[in-house]
């Protein structure tokens, strides 16, 4: 039991610190000639603390570009992002500061927006998942808000862009099937409350900012109904989103 | 010679052997500064090797909280709404928010002058909505409270679109608004908004379209 201790001990003098043994908190050295602090997340807020090269500052947590950090004598502030990814770990390694995932290869996404159906508004929220980087599983529902009544529309299908690399505008085309139900507001009642259905659709999607995109997507349905005819609905839709 | 030549091959089946029961634990070789074969350094590079593991970075974009305020429904009188909202903040600038709240609608000026004329059954006067929204910091700032105060805030403008269920009925409603978030802490936030929500209704007669203005207060936390 004492040579342990004792070598804990021992380990404890003499490591530098790159780990704090209770709060488990990201300490980084600053490399560069200084490194501005500032009272809030946002470009605007007015620097209040610098700290120097080489000395050592822990980071808190981050919000959106920002990281939170505090100083060797504890003074806490806001570093942006790109200043902190130029310090340094304690043994001369660059700071790991994850980067924006890269938008052609992102593997996560979820998003909402509006749409029309058949004439009715739509609201519309998905989650996306890459298989690579260009078929892509999404799960969208939606409610369309019309006058005579009201869908809750749930769909899982593939998706396919074309040309994932291309940045602010890639044509995407998808393959999927369903299931509606129609909240009737006025009489007379649908023959048929819950349907089957199956789609195309026709989209592209395209990067904003950071780990913002949009997407828009025109959509063909066939509802399988139990008359003679499925009815044939088409709805179009825009979105915003965000990704992982 | 023939034996002596087995017996090698032997040992070197052997050896190999042992290699081979060896290739799996790949133990590490010990860092030994390497003996001073030509000429002796200066100075004798004392390396502290140890295993660096790195934490993680919280991350804390997620805003979650509750709010309470006035909702004035169009022809129902101002009522009490309270509900909870949900925020991911993308960018310094941009975050998306979503809500969801109820809130219960009075009587019409109709329906106190005559009690016995009802424009919407008892169960029909729930008010319930929830919001899509895209938010913008347009102001970000500070306020100060006396001399050694300051909090972080920031000035907002909200649009969206979401669903108003009213009088039995779902309505597709358009929602935009303004709001001022008040860090008490870094991750506690007090929020003040007034919003409106748009939506069309034939309830009182003709179609048209109704607004619906709610001023909240809510507090949320930053995870």
Same mark, same amino acid.
């Given at each position: 039991?004492?040579?342990?201790?004792?070598?804990?001990?021992?380990?404890?003098?003499?490591?530098?610190?790159?780990?704090?043994?209770?709060?488990?908190?990201?300490?980084?050295?600053?490399?560069?000639?200084?490194?501005?602090?500032?009272?809030?997340?946002? #470009?605007?807020?007015?620097?209040?603390?610098?700290?120097?090269?080489?000395?050592?500052?822990?980071?808190?947590?981050? #919000?959106?570009?920002?990281?939170?950090?505090?100083?060797?004598?504890?003074?806490?502030?806001?570093?942006?992002?790109?200043?902190?990814?130029?310090?340094?770990?304690?043994?001369?390694?660059?700071?790991?500061?994850?980067?924006?995932?890269?938008?052609?290869?992102?593997?996560?996404?979820?998003?909402?927006?509006?749409?029309?159906?058949?004439?009715?508004?739509?609201?519309?929220?998905?989650?996306?998942?890459?298989?690579?980087?260009?078929?892509?599983?999404?799960?969208?529902?939606?409610?369309a808000l019309g006058n005579i009544d009201n869908r809750y529309i749930a769909s899982v299908g593939m998706r396919h862009t074309f040309i994932p690399e291309w940045r602010w505008f890639s044509p995407t085309a998808g393959i999927g099937t369903g299931y509606q139900y129609i909240d009737n507001k006025v009489p007379p009642a649908p023959l048929q409350t819950h349907n089957e259905l199956a789609y195309v659709s026709l989209g592209a999607r395209g990067f904003i900012t950071r780990r913002f995109m949009w997407r828009a997507d025109w959509r063909k349905y066939v509802i399988f109904t139990n008359q003679n005819q499925n009815e044939e609905p088409e709805e179009w839709k825009f979105g915003l989103a965000v990704f992982? | 010679?023939?034996?002596?030549?087995?017996?090698?091959?032997?040992?070197?089946?052997?050896?190999?052997?042992?290699?081979?029961?060896? $290739?799996?634990?790949?133990? +590490?070789?010990?860092?030994?500064?390497?003996?001073?074969?030509?000429?002796? =350094?200066?100075?004798?590079?004392?390396?502290?090797?140890?295993?660096?593991?790195?934490?993680?970075?919280?991350?804390?974009?997620?805003?979650?909280?509750?709010?309470?305020?006035?909702? =004035?429904?169009?022809?129902?009188?101002?009522? +009490?709404?309270?509900?909870? $909202?949900?925020?991911? /903040?993308? =960018?310094?600038?941009?975050?998306?928010?979503?809500?969801?709240?109820? =809130?219960?609608?009075?009587?019409?000026?109709?329906?106190?002058?005559?009690? !016995?004329?009802?424009?919407?059954?008892?169960?029909?006067?729930?008010?319930?909505?929830?919001? &899509?929204?895209?938010?913008?910091?347009? &102001?970000?700032? !500070?306020?100060? &409270?006396?001399?050694?105060?300051?909090?972080?805030?920031? &000035?907002?403008?909200?649009?969206?679109?979401?669903?108003? /269920?009213?009088?039995?009925?779902?309505?597709?409603?358009?929602?935009?608004?303004?709001?001022? $978030?008040?860090?008490?802490?870094?991750?506690?936030?007090? /929020?003040?908004?007034? $919003?409106?929500?748009?939506?069309?209704?034939?309830?009182?007669?003709?179609?048209?379209?109704? /607004?619906?203005?709610?001023?909240?207060?809510?507090?949320?936390?930053?995870?």
């Open positions: 039991m004492r040579p342990l201790l004792a070598s804990l001990l021992l380990l404890q003098a003499f490591s530098v610190g790159v780990v704090h043994a209770k709060q488990q908190l990201l300490e980084v050295v600053v490399a560069e000639p200084y490194l501005e602090m500032h009272s809030g997340p946002g #470009r605007g807020y007015p620097v209040v603390y610098v700290v120097g090269r080489d000395e050592v500052v822990q980071v808190l947590y981050s #919000r959106t570009e920002w990281y939170k950090v505090r100083a060797p004598r504890g003074q806490e502030g806001w570093v942006r992002r790109a200043e902190l990814a130029l310090t340094k770990l304690a043994n001369g390694d660059p700071a790991p500061i994850p980067p924006y995932p890269e938008f052609a290869t992102h593997r996560w996404e979820i998003g909402a927006g509006y749409g029309v159906f058949n004439h009715q508004n739509l609201v519309t929220t998905w989650g996306d998942f890459g298989l690579t980087d260009s078929l892509d599983v999404e799960l969208v529902l939606q409610q992982f | 010679m023939e034996i002596r030549l087995s017996g090698i091959l032997l040992a070197a089946a052997l050896l190999s052997g042992c290699g081979w029961f060896h $290739r799996g634990d790949k133990r +590490p070789q010990p860092v030994v500064a390497e003996e001073q074969s030509t000429e002796p =350094s200066i100075v004798e590079p004392q390396v502290n090797r140890r295993e660096v593991k790195t934490p993680k970075i919280k991350a804390k974009d997620f805003e979650l909280g509750g709010y309470f305020g006035a909702l =004035s429904i169009q022809d129902f009188g101002v009522n +009490p709404v309270y509900g909870v $909202r949900a925020a991911y /903040h993308v =960018s310094e600038d941009i975050f998306l928010e979503g809500f969801l709240a109820r =809130s219960k609608a009075g009587t019409t000026s109709l329906e106190d002058v005559f009690p !016995e004329i009802t424009v919407v059954s008892n169960s029909g006067r729930q008010f319930t909505y929830y919001d &899509l929204d895209v938010g913008y910091n347009v &102001l970000p700032g !500070e306020i100060f &409270l006396g001399r050694g105060r300051a909090f972080n805030s920031a &000035l907002y403008v909200t649009f969206g679109m979401g669903d108003v /269920h009213f009088a039995d009925k779902d309505q597709f409603a358009l929602n935009f608004g303004a709001g001022e $978030r008040l860090l008490i802490t870094d991750w506690l936030a007090m /929020h003040l908004d007034v $919003r409106d929500h748009v939506f069309e209704t034939d309830l009182t007669g003709r179609t048209k379209n109704v /607004h619906n203005i709610e001023a909240i207060l809510g507090l949320t936390a930053f995870y």
